[in-house]
């Protein structure tokens, strides 16, 4: 009898456990993620956007959403889409060309943009004319900086960095307008240290060049700040923090050119010293950042002051201590603002810049360049990958793989 009963509750256990068994199968089947077929899918076309994002998010998957207009598809529809490794690309319909709004802001991507030219950034009061601290204007003070970032922003710029610019990456909103901010000569005054917290990062002088433009960056977030510092061989002139500073540009969204290593007047030295200068710099910079630096020159001086001077080739390439160099653009001293990057009368390797001085509007000073740029300035229609310009500038647009707009 007790055996009958011992092996009745065996049986009992047994189907107890199976039971168990059985539910928690069912219950882990019905946890699962109801998209766990999804997990296949291997042409987005025609989902959403949103359940793109979604499958990305959920797979871990890098996703590159490029967009386009389309008449014929729907706005965040895709249009194709690719899977390589862990990377999603898909290219997405914005919808109808919105050409009145296009029209009602102005839109035009052969417009000019203005490259301004700044040296030294000095915490004291105007000597001259306006924030001019110097008779010529190179030399600006703290605040009248400070009034030259706020003015540009409330005109409707946002800033892009000079290696987009040449690259036709102009990525900024609907209707506004890019700026590229630069820098000669790695004055201390540009990014003038005052020391190391207590954590080791550097502390700038809030009335230096990055000191305010720091500034502004946590004002503004949507300005995108950022610029070119152009260096000589002694670099930012502090030279206990010369390479910390150097570095920590990089980091936080600045860029670094050559200034070449002498800041010699091209027209008064020779073929030889040509190489030595440019070369002899790019050798430094690749020293300290390597591949980190920007293979651009601004001119000292703005010299020579023509591309067929026998020195400019050597500006623009050649052979310093048995590496070869190559030079991508070039910076002129200048005076007004450039052309579009999209435009056939555009040269990167002989680029104007737009003196940042006062002279009570003449003689191409802020105020003169900016009342020109307001009947020609460059207006962005919000996506880099497309070009929108009015249809009588159309025979000044090169040619380019990218999606024309005209209107």
């Known amino acids: ?38 997990e296949e899918i291997t042409d987005f076309k025609n989902m959403k956007l949103s359940e793109v994002q979604d499958y990305a998010k959920r797979n871990k998957l890098e996703l590159k959403t490029e967009y386009t207009y389309d008449d014929s598809i729907k706005k965040d529809i895709v249009i194709e889409s690719s899977i390589n ?34 040296h030294q950034i000095i915490d004291t009061e105007p000597k001259y004319t306006g924030g001019n601290v110097d008779k010529d204007g190179y030399s600006r003070t703290s605040d009248a900086f400070l009034k030259d970032l706020e003015f540009y922003y409330e005109k409707g710029y946002r800033m892009i960095s000079l290696k987009d610019y040449i690259d036709g990456n102009i990525n900024v909103p609907l209707g506004y307008s890019p700026i590229i901010l630069t820098f000669d000569d790695g004055n201390a005054n540009n990014f003038k240290v005052t020391g190391k917290d ?36 002694e670099l930012c002139n502090q030279k ?26 091209f027209t008064t030295i020779s073929t030889e010293k040509t190489k030595e200068v440019v070369g002899k710099m790019y050798e430094r910079l690749e020293s300290i950042i390597p591949g980190d ?35 991508e653009a070039a910076l002129r001293v200048g005076w007004e603002s450039e052309f ?68």
Request: charged share 30%; with cysteine; aromatic share 12%.
């Open 1 to 38: 009898m007790r055996r009958k009963r011992r092996l009745k509750k065996n049986v009992r256990n047994v189907l107890i456990i199976a039971l168990v068994l059985v539910v928690g199968i069912v219950l882990i089947n019905n946890l699962k993620p109801s998209y766990s077929k999804q």
């Open 340 to 407: 579009s990057p999209f435009d056939k009368s555009f040269d990167k390797t002989f680029l104007k810049r737009c003196r940042a001085y006062d002279n009570n509007g003449k003689d191409f000073d802020i105020e003169m360049n900016f009342n020109l740029l307001e009947k020609n300035r460059f207006i962005s229609d919000g996506d880099k990958d497309i070009i929108t310009i009015p249809s009588s500038s159309k025979d000044n647009l090169i040619e380019i793989n990218k999606q024309i707009v005209t209107y």
């Open 85 to 118: 490794d862990k990377t999603l690309t898909i290219k997405v319909s914005r919808g109808s060309i919105p050409i009145d709004e296009f029209r009602e802001k102005g839109v035009n991507e052969l417009g000019r943009v203005p490259i301004m030219m700044y």
């Open 293 to 327: 630096y920007l293979k651009i020159v601004a001119l000292p001086f703005g010299s020579p002051y023509k591309k067929t001077h026998p020195n400019y080739q050597y500006i623009l390439g050649g052979e310093y201590n048995g590496k070869t160099y190559e030079t």
């Open 198 to 233: 207590s954590d080791g990062n550097l502390e700038f002088d809030p009335k230096s060049a990055i000191g305010i433009l720091e500034t502004i960056k946590k004002k503004y977030p949507d300005y995108n700040v950022t610029a070119t510092f152009f260096l000589n061989y």
């Open 240 to 265: 206990e923090y010369n390479e910390d500073i150097m570095k920590w540009l990089i980091k936080n969204n600045y860029d670094i050119g050559n200034h070449t290593t002498t800041h010699p007047d």
